[in-house]
T-cell receptor
Framework: DTGVSQNPRHKITKRGQNVTFRCDPISEHNRLYWYRQTLGQGPEFLTYFQNEAQLEKSRLLSDRFSAERPKGSFSTLEIQRTEQGDSAMYLC????????????FGPGTRLTVT | GENVEQHPSTLSVQEGDSAVIKCTYSDSASNYFPWYKQELGKGPQLIIDIRSNVGEKKDQRIAVTLNKTAKHFSLHITETQPEDSAVYFCAASSLGMEYGNKLVFGAGTILRVKS
């Protein structure tokens, strides 16, 4: 099964450190999304790529956050100068494109900032 | 922007009974409504979805209904089984290139099926 994969699955970091997460979407899915989920809440949209173009960013995505999808395949999400409030599950989803809009999620990366 | 409210926050049913989860949305431009099941330590799993040109959709024990006029949609699970126990999320989106198709989620419903 070649579903969405995310690495690492867990990351513990100290406040002020930088972290980077990777997402590998389902093959040939040209839309890729990042969401953040805190305990007891639904996922919240962060950003969206159509191929390599980043088309939308949420106001949740402060200037400490940056996302890339350089070749339209995998994506990375970097958080600089982490804060305790960044502790959350970071979820990636991919979607086929065209008239298919279903989003398929990966297992997530659990970030804990101490 | 879109706002999605979901009720109840927790739901306990006896095995074999039906479960119903309800959501309301605020943006009349929303036209796509998926439901996700999330188990502990896993990402959300798409279980069923509906577009606004359809009033009801079924897939085995799962059905979703949509009332565009009232801006609400519901998930129905019949003949519940212990493995249905999980957190269920509804979501809403506006489809089309100009919207980005981002999902706005409800807060989730914890479903417990007692055997």
């Amino acid at each position: 099964d070649t579903g969405v994969s995310q690495n690492p699955r867990h990351k513990i970091t100290k406040r002020g450190q930088n972290v980077t997460f990777r997402c590998d979407p389902i093959s040939e899915h040209n839309r890729l999304y990042w969401y953040r989920q805190t305990l007891g809440q639904g996922p919240e949209f962060l950003t969206y790529f159509q191929n390599e173009a980043q088309l939308e960013k949420s106001r949740l995505l402060s200037d400490r956050f940056s996302a890339e999808r350089p070749k339209g395949s995998f994506s990375t999400l970097e958080i600089q100068r982490t804060e305790q409030g960044d502790s959350a599950m970071y979820l990636c989803a991919s979607s086929p494109g065209g008239t298919s809009y279903e989003q398929y999620f990966g297992p997530g990366t659990r970030l804990t900032v101490t | 922007g879109e706002n999605v409210e979901q009720h109840p926050s927790t739901l306990s049913v006896q095995e074999g009974d039906s479960a119903v989860i309800k959501c309301t949305y605020s943006d009349s431009a929303s036209n796509y409504f998926p439901w996700y099941k999330q188990e502990l330590g896993k990402g959300p799993q798409l279980i069923i979805d509906i577009r606004s040109n359809v009033g009801e959709k079924k897939d085995q024990r799962i059905a979703v209904t949509l009332n565009k006029t009232a801006k609400h949609f519901s998930l129905h699970i019949t003949e519940t089984q212990p493995e249905d126990s999980a957190v269920y999320f509804c979501a809403a989106s506006s489809l089309g290139m100009e919207y980005g198709n981002k999902l706005v989620f409800g807060a989730g419903t914890i479903l417990r099926v007692k055997s």
